[in-house]
Structure formats: structure tokens, C-alpha cells
């Protein structure tokens, strides 16, 4: 029978060819998060210089436009649209919210027409009754 000293060996010599055999993939691990940290900075540092470069842009092509070309025609040779200066106009978004206040006498109006809508227990056996007798005669 093994000792609990030796059991403790053989386990810390599989641990220690375990752990040796993650330390290359621990170090790449590593280096791809460094690599997509990178990527990360560079996309900022180029979406930064996209932005600045948006005011020239816009001048240069609203002046292609001064000068005689359709924005169709400069569409075609490549030239997008500038983006939009300022806030979104929210006045059209925020219109149709003011419909769900109409919406009470809908629900008022929906609220009676089941009611009328569903026969009486009265009514029942005879609305039944009523298809039968024409088929039969």
C-alpha cells in the first residue's frame, strides 16, 4: 500500500505535465488578447480621423454640387453623401407616442361589443336550433 506522501508525488508529477502542457496555449491566449486589444486601438485612433475628415468633406462635396454636379453624378464616380450635421429631428419620433392617449375610447368601445357580440343562455339553445331546422326542411 502507498504512502499518502507518495500518492501526493505521482499526483504533483501528473499536475506538473499537465500544467506544462498549457503553458504554450496560456501564452497565446495571451497574445491574441494583446492583438485584439491593438485592433481595437487602431479602429478608435481610424474612426477618429474619418470623423475629422467629415467637415472637409462635406464642403468639398457641397462644393462639386455649386459647381454643377448632381449629387446622382457624383454618387456614380464614388462620392457618398456626407453624413448628416446635428441632432436627429425628434419631433417625428415622438408624435406618433401621442396615439396611445386616443386609444381609451377604442378599449371603451371594445369592451361593449363582446358583450353584445355573445348570446344569452336564453338565445343559445335557439340560435342552435335554428340551423338544424333548415337543413331538415
Given at each position: 500500500?502507498?504512502?499518502?506522501n507518495e500518492i501526493?508525488?505521482?499526483m504533483?508529477?501528473l499536475?506538473?505535465?499537465?500544467?506544462?502542457?498549457?503553458?504554450p496555449l496560456?501564452s497565446?491566449?495571451?497574445?491574441?488578447?494583446?492583438v485584439?486589444e491593438?485592433i481595437?486601438?487602431?479602429?478608435k485612433?481610424?474612426?477618429?480621423?474619418?470623423?475629422e475628415?467629415?467637415g472637409?468633406y462635406?464642403?468639398?462635396?457641397?462644393?462639386?454640387?455649386a459647381?454643377g454636379w448632381?449629387?446622382?453624378?457624383?454618387?456614380?464616380?464614388?462620392?457618398d453623401?456626407?453624413?448628416?450635421?446635428?441632432?436627429p429631428?425628434v419631433?417625428?419620433?415622438?408624435?406618433p407616442k401621442?396615439?396611445p392617449?386616443q386609444?381609451?375610447?377604442?378599449t371603451a368601445k371594445?369592451?361593449?361589443?363582446?358583450a353584445?357580440?355573445?348570446?344569452s343562455?336564453?338565445?343559445?339553445p335557439?340560435?342552435?336550433?335554428?340551423p338544424?331546422?333548415?337543413?331538415?326542411?
Amino acid at each position: 500500500m502507498s504512502s499518502a506522501n507518495e500518492i501526493m508525488t505521482r499526483m504533483q508529477k501528473l499536475q506538473e505535465k499537465r500544467e506544462s502542457s498549457f503553458k504554450p496555449l496560456a501564452s497565446i491566449m495571451g497574445q491574441r488578447e494583446s492583438v485584439r486589444e491593438e485592433i481595437a486601438r487602431l479602429i478608435k485612433e481610424q474612426e477618429k480621423r474619418i470623423a475629422e475628415l467629415e467637415g472637409p468633406y462635406r464642403s468639398a462635396f457641397n462644393g462639386a454640387i455649386a459647381g454643377g454636379w448632381s449629387a446622382e453624378e457624383l454618387k456614380a464616380l464614388g462620392a457618398d453623401e456626407p453624413a448628416r450635421r446635428g441632432r436627429p429631428k425628434v419631433s417625428r419620433t415622438r408624435s406618433p407616442k401621442k396615439n396611445p392617449q386616443q386609444s381609451p375610447p377604442e378599449t371603451a368601445k371594445d369592451d361593449a361589443e363582446p358583450a353584445t357580440d355573445q348570446p344569452s343562455p336564453e338565445q343559445t339553445p335557439a340560435a342552435e336550433g335554428t340551423p338544424e331546422e333548415s337543413h331538415s326542411a
